[in-house]
């Protein structure tokens, strides 16, 4: 069918749709305000059916994602808290082995292998023999806070010195009813607990949790794991999309009393359905959050979620993430360092990231009343006589067409669209300072060569910091560590070597489509004695890690999952100079090591004929003077004391040669690239 719509003349309120159908006839109808096709919708109702845009996919990865939007979160909370509170808990240097040990010796007699118990189960019921399954009762309000207690005991020591915490916990559950036990799909229910003793929230926050866009972050930019607050309502869409189960939380904010329990569905329309709750109770801890939900998947895998968990605690030292997976196993990734990062500051609009319909926006909810106030309070960077030079350059164009001039004075709700139009073309022809880099938080060097060592105890390890540049008139700093040896598994795969982080968020999918991976791939690491996958990724027992920080990432991501940044120009180099920096100390850490290597080895030979060496010395010395006035021994004994300080002038020079061009922008090739020279 073909329609054509046509507009009879304003003093009408009524247009013609034209309508021909397939039989050629010509049909007519009018429509007001009340009729029409299109039906207004929510945001909450259009990401119910597309939760996989943020990753929640039947797979591998959907694990995955359910651990990176609730672990995000917890960590966001845990770092509120410590920047709102008055006071903080006196931290150790690192988190106390023995308090780990404690924790898994009272969750072992807890603990099962729940994967393996469904295999045998799908083997009996294959094998047609019975099995008894506990029934599946209702479970009340007072049966799921039974639960999240009892779930509270092993980390009591934790919870009660207040350490920074987050506890996340998969289980593999038998719902009958819902999916059979020997499905042949081969989906399986899990159930998905997370808790953190953050700041926690009020009664308000918790209505408004899991509501689609209800995000602290969406309004302005600043350095957070998140942006639009997608994350926890599609895992809630998702979590009851698949299994039809309510979502069960409990929150406690770290000025409240009480704490306050809740069961609800998340609807279409952007609210909450309470199945029981919101009640207020007692807990055993001064503040924090716990969410328990089910969700459909395919069967756990390792090398996932866990390894997710195993990267976040990599660039987030200063908390200690438990993941108990559903094998029953219990990782746990200890606070290493006891600062925690400044709080970012938020990252005013800059003139040079600025288009015309922003421009409008800020225009309409500007609460200044002239320009002049409007132009320099509403961007950072702008100063009074920079905003007198836009306004008079728009005063030019506005002569030329014989319109009134604007002053600084002049109301902003007085502007006409030609008049808003021509000032934005002053307002982006001038050129402005930087934004400023105080927006930027980054680890920093010594923390992240402090906790790789910790981890992974490397021969070597390398961080770099570069300084905060700007892209898109936001604030960025690239960080970058190497790190080799030790217990850092000999790669396989590139993945394996390049680990990604954005806002100390790690990304484990899109590898090839992120900037981070492109930069890596354009270093020449032949200079620096790295042997390479065909794909340009260095390979053998290393890992580099690369991490992008500051409110600039959240306009460079290229989609709703947040797994891959664009290839901006900017961002490009920066990378790009971060990994060649830190590969120059690689380089002199193996020039040093295969010199030292060289020498024990000329050393080991020479000590080995030491002895027939100052035999034959002294047998000929003695022989002209005509008596034994030499020893053998003791001149072989001196001969091997000497041996241990050899050194060719070719080691000398090789090595001091590698000491220098550290600031050099990119470096010349070294040798003729044969695989003698290129292997580590």
């Excluded at 998702?238 to 406690?252: M, R, Y």
């Excluded at 030019?396 to 902003?412: A, E, F, G, I, M």
Aim: hydrophobic share 35%; aromatic share 10%; proline share 5%.
């Amino acid at each position: 069918m073909r329609c054509v719509l046509r507009v009879t003349p304003p003093t009408t309120q009524t247009a013609i749709l034209w309508c021909d159908n397939k039989m050629g006839k010509k049909e007519s109808s009018a429509y007001t305000d009340s009729g029409g096709d299109i039906r207004q919708g929510t945001i909450a109702k259009f990401m119910r059916k597309r939760t996989q845009l943020v990753g929640f996919e039947t797979g591998l990865n959907k694990h995955t994602q359910y651990a990176i939007e609730f672990l995000d979160n917890a960590i966001d909370a845990i770092e509120s808290w410590w920047w709102k509170a008055d006071s903080h808990p006196r931290l150790q240097d690192s988190l106390d082995p023995a308090i780990i040990e404690e924790v898994k010796a009272k969750l072992k007699d807890e603990l099962y292998d729940s994967i393996s118990l469904s295999k045998r189960f799908e083997r009996d019921v294959r094998a047609g023999k019975e099995i008894s399954l506990p029934p599946q009762k209702k479970e009340s309000l007072d049966d799921r806070l039974t639960q999240f207690r009892k779930f509270l005991v092993p980390f009591r020591s934790l919870i009660n010195k207040r350490e920074p915490l987050v506890v996340i916990k998969l289980t593999e559950v038998f719902m009958p009813d819902l999916i059979p036990i020997d499905d042949d799909e081969g989906f399986k229910v899990y159930e998905f607990v997370c808790f953190d003793n953050g700041v926690g929230m009020v009664p308000r926050d918790l209505e408004k949790y899991g509501i689609y866009l209800a995000s602290s972050k969406s309004e302005k930019l600043r350095q957070t794991r998140g942006s639009q607050g997608f994350g926890a309502p599609s895992a809630f869409s998702d979590a009851q999309n698949t299994t039809g189960k309510p979502i069960f939380t409990v929150s406690k904010r770290f000025t409240a009393d009480k704490a306050i329990a809740a069961d609800f569905y998340t609807t279409t329309a952007n609210t909450k359905d309470y199945v029981s709750g919101p009640i207020e109770i007692d807990l055993p801890f001064k503040h924090g959050t716990y969410i328990r939900l089910n969700y459909l998947n395919i069967q756990y895998r390792r090398g996932y979620a866990d390894t997710y968990c195993e990267m976040a605690s990599l660039l987030n030292p200063h908390v200690t993430i438990v993941f108990i997976d559903p094998y029953g196993e219990v990782h746990v990734h200890p606070r290493k360092v006891k600062e925690f990062p400044k709080e970012p500051k938020y990252a005013q609009p800059h003139p040079a990231s600025i288009r015309i319909g922003e421009f409008q926006d800020l225009l309409r909810e500007s609460g200044t009343r002239d320009l002049k106030s409007f132009l320099t309070k509403a961007f950072v960077r702008l100063s009074d006589n920079k905003a007198k030079k836009i306004i008079a350059a728009a005063n030019k164009d506005l002569r030329r067409r014989h319109l009134d001039t604007l002053s600084p004075s002049t109301p902003t709700d007085t502007l006409d669209k030609t008049e808003v139009e021509l000032l934005y073309k002053a307002f982006s022809n001038e050129d402005y300072i930087a934004p400023p880099t105080d927006t930027v938080v980054p680890v920093g060097e010594e923390v992240l060569e402090e906790t790789i060592r910790k981890a992974y105890n490397p021969d070597f390890v390398a961080a770099v910091t570069r300084k905060p540049t700007s892209g898109k008139g936001l604030s960025f700093a690239v960080e970058v560590c190497i790190a080799y040896g030790g217990e850092i598994r000999n790669a396989t795969s590139a993945p394996m070597v390049l680990w990604r982080f954005v806002n100390r968020v790690p990304k484990l999918r899109d590898n090839s489509d992120c900037a981070t991976w492109k930069a890596t791939t354009l270093v020449n690491w032949k200079n620096y004695k790295v042997p390479t996958f065909d794909n340009g990724i260095p390979r053998g027992p290393m890992m580099i890690l690369i991490h992008v920080a500051g409110a600039y990432v959240h306009v460079m991501f290229k989609g709703q999952s947040k797994q891959a940044l664009a290839e901006d120009e900017v961002l490009l180099k920066e990378i790009k100079l971060a990994l060649e920096d830190a590969g120059r100390k690689f380089r002199r850490f193996i020039t040093r090591r295969e010199t030292a290597r060289r020498k024990a080895k000329r050393a080991g030979i020479l000590a080995m004929y030491a002895d027939q060496f100052a035999q034959s010395l002294t047998n000929i010395v003695n022989d002209a003077l005509g008596k034994p006035k030499f020893d053998a021994e003791l001149i072989a004994s001196k001969l091997r004391d000497s041996i241990s300080g050899f050194e060719m002038e070719k080691d000398q020079a090789e090595t001091e040669s590698d000491t220098v061009g550290t600031d050099l922008i990119a470096d010349i090739p070294l040798g003729d690239g044969s695989k003698s020279e290129t292997e580590v």
